[in-house]
């Protein structure tokens, strides 16, 4: 079995398409089954490409992960072209494509984003790793929104924010995970600036600096998920119901990971339902406020 075809396998063994504990969660189960279906499709196509770009597989190798993320692409183009698709992950978007008006550019960025880190293992600066948020996370706010509707240019701009505060939050989350897949996403100026050594990254637990920058950072994606936050205000029904809903679970996973200590080396935390849903009734009511 070629990487293309194993990898929507291990990409949806989880039946909502994404993992336990990521930021960018699951389709709410009170939400219309239609709508479901559409966000379970565009978590699943999310998930499928990070599977490609980061799932071990005995003697893959980068130009292999390449070779699959081109033929993903051209799946895509295949898919709004009318043409026959085979791969199930892209193929399961045909209904929101045709129903809501799916866009292209964002599924496309999404497999840019993982051609980048098949390139790109570190980050000299902030600035750096937001730019890279705009191919692997803004996207799905992007496509989340048109699942709901024709979204304006500004909750567009919003969407972004958030979506950029939730992957900051999961970088966070993943510090060990990642560095063992060869990545660092802290960035390095950041690393310099607390005294952060490969030492310490490759420790079991976090050490006082390490804990020190994971706070600072942590700081850092909260705003981001503080100034996106306006976009529930403007939603209604139960696209605003939804975006509450990954507010919340961003918000919830800092609240965690403080909780911890901001020990990042260790398995992310878990977010108790009771915690998630008193950020998720927070985000609510502010934004009826």
Do not use: K
């Not at 600096?209 to 403007?234: D, Q």
């Not at 939603?235 to 965690?256: D, H, I, N």
Request: charge should be neutral; charged fraction near 25%; aromatic fraction near 6%.
């Amino acid at each position: 079995m070629s990487l293309l075809e194993a990898a929507p396998l291990a990409g949806l063994r989880d039946p909502d398409g994404v993992r336990a504990g990521e930021n960018f969660p699951v389709a709410l189960r009170v939400l219309p089954g239609r709508v479901r279906r559409h966000l379970h499709a565009v978590y699943g196509y999310a998930r499928m490409l990070d599977d490609l770009g980061d799932e071990p597989v005995p003697g893959v190798g980068r130009a292999e992960r390449l070779a699959a993320l081109d033929a993903v692409e051209a799946q895509v183009h295949d898919l709004y072209a009318g043409r026959p698709v085979t791969l199930a992950a892209v193929a399961r978007l045909g209904p929101a494509v045709v129903e809501r008006g799916l866009p292209m550019a964002p599924l496309l960025r999404l497999i840019e984003a993982n051609r980048i880190d098949q390139l790109v293992t570190r980050y000299d600066t902030f600035e750096r790793l937001v730019d890279y948020c705009t191919f692997s996370a803004d996207p799905v706010g992007r496509l989340v929104l048109h699942v709901f509707g024709t979204p304006r240019p500004e909750q567009v701009a919003l969407s972004d924010r958030v979506c950029t505060g939730l992957q900051l939050v999961e970088h966070l989350q993943d510090v060990g995970e990642d560095r063992r897949r060869g990545r660092v996403y802290l960035p390095a100026e950041d690393l310099d600036r607390f005294g952060v050594t490969e030492a310490d990254l490759d420790a079991g637990s976090a050490g006082p600096a390490l804990r020190a920058l994971v706070a600072f950072e942590a700081e850092r994606a909260a705003a981001w998920l503080t100034s996106g936050a306006p976009l529930v205000a403007t939603l209604r029904g139960w696209a605003r119901l939804a975006v509450s809903g990954y507010l919340a679970g961003g918000r919830a996973a800092l609240t965690a990971l403080a909780r911890t200590g901001h020990d990042s080396l260790r398995e992310p935390p878990g977010r108790s339902s009771r915690l998630v849903l008193a950020h998720w009734v927070a985000a609510t009511v502010r934004s009826a406020g």
